[in-house]
């Protein structure tokens, strides 16, 4: 579906560089709230896959494409898979813990009878005695004593208490590969049947994962982009190879910081950033992000510099999650979130570098990335013009990060969906043509987002709709 025939509301030099992504969920489930949010700023609608029914996602994927072609803004719809979240079962009240109380665990256990507290995965056959075991978000800290007979054993660290369904974490715990669990590949046969521009996968610990993940997809005949989510300790330690297998990396800052500890996160965000230019892998910076916004109308001034320091960093999205789903104001928070976006990329205060990018190896497609940019900026062009079949190319100058907005035209709607949620990009659909970005600049020129003497530098290929052709660069100036 071609969302791209309508003008953009803004002008070119005012494009969002840092992309938003918003979570749909109880606050925001109906077409009106997603058109709403699509103004105030989302280039992105994440649906997790934790909640609800395939027929409100169902719903929800068509309310989002229909809101998105009445608006004219290509959307990326992230699906969001559940992974294997361990949490604790039901049971009536409370549990109170005490430091050297020896707890109990076993998949489904009755605790009103057996005084066992039950879990929703069977972890007896993963854990080992000396592994921690987090429970309620780390608020209870326990160690592994003995696995015996399908139950585990655990020593507490320190005094608090339980209630039902709250997350369990295991830091030190070795999944196998096992991280892909029935439910995902459920919902992952039932997304092959959807709009689907990304598919999220949780509680990844090795490249391997990914690339299990990946023959999932192709035999579903799936074209969704892969998300890995870093959130786990293991994923940290394998942090190079698994950002070189993905496609995208997201930053779930809220598993992450009970399982790598939490004075790690801004650390290892700013490691995952580098490394995301490095490779040309966007990155996204999620989880509480302005959690305050659920409750209250404005953020506090720590999460105000938190956004700002991701958008300084060069993070390509920023995305709300619970302020969106499940909060109060969620259209404010959106518009809060890019009112704090164009301020800090209006008034950098300075220029982020990440020293392992320029030890990569120069190939063709880098050096013309390279020579774009470098032309644009000594031409002073109102905005880079890329001609992409795959989005490869418009990902190779934007990981360069240059000063001037990329405005990319595919032939593939999917594509221009995927790149919607890319740094500095603005995406459009036209077919492959020759004069493919000839076209579109002359239709943005006639509609006023660009203007009559601007210039602007095109990078195109000889086989217009074949990917990895980009071979030409020109200068244009608009008349």
Not at 302 to 309: F, G, I, K, Q, Y
Request: aromatic share 6%; charged share 25%; with cysteine.
């Amino acid at each position: 579906m071609d969302t791209t025939k309508k003008v953009p509301n803004v002008a070119v030099a005012n494009f969002k560089r840092t992309k938003i992504i918003a979570t749909i969920g109880p606050s925001t489930d109906s077409y009106e709230s997603i058109l709403d949010l699509i103004k105030a700023g989302a280039n992105g609608i994440r649906l997790n896959f934790s909640h609800g029914t395939y027929e409100e996602r169902e719903r929800q994927i068509k309310w989002i494409r229909k809101a998105s072609k009445s608006y004219g803004k290509p959307m990326a719809i992230i699906m969001d898979l559940q992974g294997p979240k361990m949490r604790l079962g039901d049971f009536d009240g409370i549990i109170n813990v005490q430091t050297g109380q020896n707890l109990t665990f076993k998949y489904k256990a009755d605790y009103e009878r057996s005084g066992i507290i039950p879990t929703q995965f069977d972890l007896s056959q993963k854990v080992k005695r000396g592994e921690s075991l987090y429970l309620f978000d780390g608020k209870v800290r326990t160690t592994v004593t003995s696995v015996k007979d399908d139950i585990i054993h655990a020593r507490a660290e320190n005094d608090g208490f339980l209630i039902k369904r709250k997350g369990m974490n295991l830091p030190d715990t070795d999944f196998g590969g096992d991280v892909i669990t029935k439910k995902d590949k459920a919902d992952l046969a039932f997304g092959s049947t959807q709009d689907i521009d990304y598919v999220a996968q949780s509680f990844v610990q090795t490249a391997q994962d990914l690339r299990n993940m990946r023959k999932l997809m192709k035999n579903l005949g799936m074209t969704a982009k892969l998300i890995v989510k870093f959130e786990t300790k293991a994923a940290v330690e394998n942090m190079t190879e698994i950002v070189e297998e993905t496609d995208v990396v997201m930053i779930a800052r809220g598993d992450l910081a009970v399982e790598a500890a939490a004075e790690s996160v801004p650390i290892v965000q700013r490691q995952l950033i580098g490394l995301g230019i490095k490779y040309a892998k966007p990155t996204i910076v999620a989880t509480q992000m302005l959690f305050s916004m659920t409750e209250t109308p404005e953020p506090t001034r720590a999460e105000v510099s938190d956004v700002a320091t991701a958008v300084i960093l060069g993070a390509d999205c920023v995305m709300l999650s619970d302020e969106t789903a499940n909060g109060k104001y969620p259209i404010h928070a959106v518009e809060v979130m890019k009112r704090i976006i164009m301020y800090t990329q209006n008034n950098m205060p300075l220029a982020v570098k990440f020293y392992e990018v320029d030890a990569l190896p120069p190939t063709r497609q880098r050096a013309i990335c390279e020579a774009v940019i470098s032309l644009a900026d000594n031409v002073a062009a109102k905005a880079i013009v890329a001609e992409t079949k795959s989005g490869g190319v418009a990902l190779q100058i934007i990981a360069l990060r240059p000063n001037r907005p990329v405005i990319a035209v595919t032939s593939d709607s999917r594509v221009a969906q995927q790149l919607a949620i890319v740094y500095g990009t603005k995406s459009y659909v036209r077919p492959d043509d020759k004069l493919q970005a000839v076209k579109l600049t002359n239709w943005l020129r006639q509609s006023n987002v660009l203007n009559k003497g601007d210039m602007i530098v095109t990078a195109t290929g000889q086989h217009p709709g074949v990917v990895g052709t980009t071979d030409t660069i020109k200068v244009r100036v608009l008349e």
